[in-house]
């Protein structure tokens, strides 16, 4: 009687390291699959255009587009094809002025493509005195991230620094733990948690 019971412990042992086997298989497959995801819409949407991406990012900075953009805001803006009246675009100071290559994020409000475009911020009365042609213009908005400046700030700061380093450590002892357990006590372990038939 005794042989017997031993007979119906090691086939269900045996399930169970095989149920347990197909799910870490399983669990594997889904975790490359959402990182090869996470990389082909970082490299579509979200790639510099330094690394050869349409997107760029662009910290508002000043009072010229009060009321909705604020000092902080992080845009995400992106190259388009052709720019129109209306849409929101970060562009570069043309070559020949004193603070030409910096870059401003204002509205479109007329000019053409050919001649340059008419931007002026949403809280001014006056139009910009740049006319940025299209080779100026970085790219339209596309994403706001109100205050990302502090999220910016936090991720730079030595707390964050800490408390990730402290979360590698902690998840490297833990999946060390279960590596140096030795395979009898993962045995007696598995033979615990089935029930004797």
């Known amino acids: 009687m005794r ?5 119906n412990v090691v086939p269900q042992r045996s399930r169970f ?8 298989r399983t669990n594997k497959a889904a975790g490359i699959a959402l990182a090869v995801l996470v990389c082909l819409f970082w490299a579509q949407y979200l790639r510099p255009q330094s690394l050869g991406g349409r997107a760029a990012y662009v910290l ?6 009060l009321p909705r953009y604020h000092t902080g805001d992080l845009v995400l803006v992106e190259q ?15 070559k020949g002025d004193p603070m030409a290559g910096a870059q401003v994020i ?18 001014r009365t006056a139009p910009d005195v740049w006319r940025p042609k299209p080779g100026d213009i970085v790219g339209a ?20 620094l800490a ?3 402290a979360c590698f450590a902690f998840v490297r002892v833990l999946s060390r ?12 372990a598995l033979e615990t948690m089935e029930p004797a038939a």
Request: zero cysteines; hydrophobic letters at 45%.
């Open 106 to 123: 204002h509205r479109i409000v007329g000019g053409d493509a050919q001649r340059g475009f008419i931007v002026k911020g949403d809280n």
């Open 3 to 7: 042989s017997s019971a031993v007979l």
């Open 60 to 65: 508002v900075s000043g009072k010229s587009m």
């Open 141 to 160: 908005k596309a994403l706001r991230v109100p205050n990302a400046i502090l999220l910016l700030q936090f991720l730079r700061s030595p707390v964050f």
């Open 177 to 188: 733990g279960d590596e140096n357990k030795p395979e009898a006590e993962k045995s007696e």
């Open 80 to 94: 388009q094809s052709s720019y129109r009246v209306g849409q929101l675009i970060a562009y570069r100071v043309p």
């Open 163 to 165: 408390l990730l380093a």
């Open 17 to 24: 390291a095989q149920l347990r086997a197909a799910f870490e």
